[in-house]
């Protein structure tokens, strides 16, 4: 019989929602309240502390009634300059299992809120310097398991891409459980201005429903000529002037032409020897991921979509917050830096 | 001693804004008026003829009332289906100073005021289809002769390159005065939402005067690396949350990146055994494009800012609107096609 205690409450916190997970032994979801309200809604209000003091009530109120003492591990912008408070970051190489130098911490009515550092890349030579916050702790949770670290036994450190499909794609390189590179593309982004602000959004109708043949026309592009998005993009007009593109077809089409551009550069120039990945996604975008890497020859898994949920399980585990045995604190003391 | 008679009125009628210009014998420029309303103003009102009409006679009204018969030619989205009449393409590979099959006129209280028909690219196999408008007159205007299309001999037909930096950039292939291929690159519109409504506006600050070095630095990236888009624009944050970047040179980063970025791959995957080309822009923009050119090892010339006044005058020619005595239908009659 499994255990149905609460140990944990994990927040994944960014910039548009917050989704609150009530997590059991093993990170379990036990309950979950996926509607809050992101950083940027928030911090529109004149109190900031307050609007995000009044949102973690208003989400983890009841389940905190009942357990006073559960733990509060948070991820994701909550942590940015734009948050509740400022988390910093880690270095890369980072192992997403071990404990950072330091843990942010905010005080609230219910016990301190500890709060997950992002990841930083210095980026040397022709690499860019690089961020994330929060797709860390998704990462953690897409991992099939969790090995302790690049080191001990080579069996436990495989070289691992994963693919975190959103606003701010990320590709993120690891060797077991500790980051080794990662970088940002904007497709998600520019896709958003693009289909609702340029003169391809003027033409573009909505479709009652997902026009695959359109999206596979856009691959077609993108991996049948060197092609850029800049330069390809004006067809999504000129087609449809020709008569050769239906309107509702639009979306479809610049979301394959976009993908594929993205996904053919970075299998080519950046996954070198891997040719799996893991898609950290909803299930509707990560299928559009893996039609696109299946054309570059990579083999692609969906995580599952709760995987933030064991990542913040399994952090917390790291962190010492919460014990295998879920007790809070089981871990060593670990240095704390209270802004 | 050069005849200062009127013989001809050329409205360069764009999106945004109406170029108007008084033009004497061989085209030579007697005045203009730069700051006429463009079609997406004019078309906000109820009646749409009556507001074109009202901005021609704003712009034109006193000049044609000191010469009634001076003939009117018009080119740009005014001969879009958005504009003030529909003037249609005409299908590559077009002479331009050949008379197309039909020509659109619309009665105006000044006479008829003829607009130029665009250009359409069918597109086959790996090819877009694609259209210009406006352009086409610019174009004619660019280059340093006119000699009469590809025929005839040989020394006259020299293949070229033009580019035209704008909102919708165009590249286009000539053999003469016959355009043989163009392709749009959508760069300016891009860098307008990249530079306005993502993620990088928030960071960017208005500098004094551009910055080339940062300019420079956005080539580099593009030059230094199978660089696209997607996956190098989000370096203008980090760069600067890492302090290697000043908020106030983010935008002529940008501008290096894409402009790069477009420049290398047209130089090195459309221009093909050319490595010369014309830039059709003003001198700021034109300067941007001639540096990216120069790192592509392509040399290029600025073509004079009021080409598309000589455009125009050309064109008026070859329609048979001026002769080449100054005198209205001095050609052969053409058929004309009026809505």
């Not at 860019?128 to 001990?152: C, N």
């Not at 850029?228 to 020709?242: E, G, K």
């Not at 952090?315 to 879920?326: E, F, K, P, Q």
Request: charged share 20%; proline share 5%.
């Amino acid at each position: 019989m499994t255990d149905l205690s609460p140990r944990l409450i994990g927040l994944d916190w960014g910039t548009t929602s917050c989704r609150a997970y009530l997590l059991g032994e093993d990170g379990e979801v036990l309950d979950q309240r996926l509607g809050g309200r992101g950083v940027l809604a928030l911090t529109q209000s004149g109190n900031r502390e307050a609007a995000f003091e009044r949102e973690l009530a208003e989400l983890c109120g009841p389940w905190l009634e009942r357990n006073p003492q559960l733990p509060l591990v948070a991820s994701g912008m909550v942590g940015s300059n734009q948050g509740w408070v400022e988390a910093g970051y880690r270095n890369l190489p980072v192992d997403l299992m071990s404990r950072p130098e330091y843990l942010t911490e905010v005080a609230t009515a219910y016990g301190p809120l500890f709060v997950i550092p992002g990841l930083f890349k210095e980026g040397r030579g022709q690499d860019f310097p690089d961020v994330i916050r929060g797709e860390e702790t998704q990462l953690l949770g897409a991992l099939p398991e969790a090995p302790h670290g690049a080191g001990g036994s080579s069996a436990k450190a495989q070289p691992a891409v994963v693919v975190l499909p959103g606003t701010h794609t990320k590709w993120v390189r690891l060797e077991g459980t500790v980051v080794t590179d990662f970088v940002t593309s904007m497709t998600g982004e520019l896709f958003g201005l693009i289909t609702q602000q340029s003169i391809i959004a003027r033409l573009a109708e909505d479709a009652r429903e997902p026009d695959i043949a359109a999206f596979d026309r856009g691959l077609d592009v993108a991996f049948g000529r060197d092609a850029d998005i800049a330069s390809t993009l004006f067809s999504a007009r000129t087609l449809v002037m020709a008569g050769q593109l239906e309107p509702t077809a639009v979306k479809d089409y610049v979301s394959g032409l976009m993908i594929g551009v993205e996904v053919e550069r970075f299998a080519r120039s950046w996954m070198g020897e891997h040719h799996e990945a893991t898609i950290c996604a909803n299930a509707q975008l990560g299928s559009r991921y893996a039609r696109a890497l299946k054309r570059a020859g990579v083999r692609s898994t969906l995580a599952p979509e709760d995987a933030v949920a064991t990542g913040l399980w399994r952090t917390a585990v790291a962190l010492g917050i919460v014990g295998r045995s879920g007790i809070a604190g089981a871990g060593e003391p670990i240095d704390k830096e209270t802004p």
